[in-house]
């Protein structure tokens, strides 16, 4: 089955920080999703990419679907203790099975204030 | 409330016995979805609706659990006869609908099961 592989597991940072997280997966996806959990809450979507060679922002974070449609990776400038949480990245199949997402493993963001 | 809503929070069981897990998806949502986090992993999934029909029942990971949903709206999981295993969180989403792949899943907070 697919395979995802997000790195890194977990991340300490300072307040002020950017930080950089990414995925590669064994297979082609059409859509590369990023999503947050926090504690105790469901995974909330931050970023959708649906091209290779993407690149799309939401405020302070920016994200790029690789042009391989292998891989993709999460940026996020000046974080803020805000952004503490898991992060998730999630690949889209095409064909009849695109409603299935395949997550990665998370990576933990902790920012010291 | 206006999202996806799961019950119970918390459930603490004994081994052996069965679980019962509710979604109750964003209304007008025809398209719903189990996934199952356990600790330090990502999300697997485990079954998908259209409507009331489970087209994809793929992710159960054996016959102890099964799943439906009525009326197009709330979903039910049910675990059989329950192993430390299954100690996980179960997370539900849905979207709007399934078509063209595009449609964003949104996910409850989840049911964190605990089999003792």
């Known amino acids: 089955g697919q395979q995802l592989n997000q790195s890194p597991q977990s991340m300490f940072i300072q307040e002020g920080e950017d930080v950089s997280m990414n995925c590669t997966s064994s297979?082609?996806?059409?859509?590369w999703l990023w999503y947050k959990q926090d504690p105790g809450e469901g995974p909330v979507l931050l970023i959708a990419l649906y091209k290779a060679g993407e690149l799309t922002s939401n405020g302070r974070l920016t994200a790029q679907f690789g042009i391989t449609r292998k891989d993709s990776f999460l940026n996020i400038s000046a974080s803020i203790p805000s952004d503490v949480g898991i992060y998730f990245c999630?690949?889209?199949?095409?064909?009849?099975?695109?409603?299935?997402?395949?997550f990665g493993k998370g990576t933990l963001l902790t920012v010291n204030p | 409330g206006a999202g996806v809503s799961q019950s119970p929070s918390n459930k603490v069981t004994e081994k052996g016995k069965d679980v019962e897990l509710r979604c109750d998806p964003i209304?007008?949502?025809?398209?719903l979805y189990w996934y199952r986090q356990s600790l330090g992993q990502g999300l697997e999934f485990l079954i998908y609706?259209?409507?009331?029909?489970?087209?994809?029942k793929s992710g159960l990971p054996s016959d102890r659990f099964s799943a439906e949903r009525t009326g197009g709206s709330v979903s039910t999981l049910t675990i059989q006869r329950t192993q430390q295993e299954d100690s996980a969180v179960y997370l539900c989403?849905?979207?709007?609908?399934?078509?063209?792949?595009?449609?964003?899943?949104?996910f409850g907070p989840g049911t964190r099961l605990t089999v003792l």
């Open positions: 297979s082609i996806f059409n859509t």
């Open positions: 999630a690949g889209r199949s095409s064909g009849g099975s695109n409603y299935k997402l395949t």
């Open positions: 989403a849905s979207s709007f609908s399934s078509a063209g792949g595009t449609d964003t899943q949104y």
């Open positions: 209304s007008g949502h025809t398209a």
């Open positions: 609706f259209q409507g009331n029909s489970a087209p994809d």
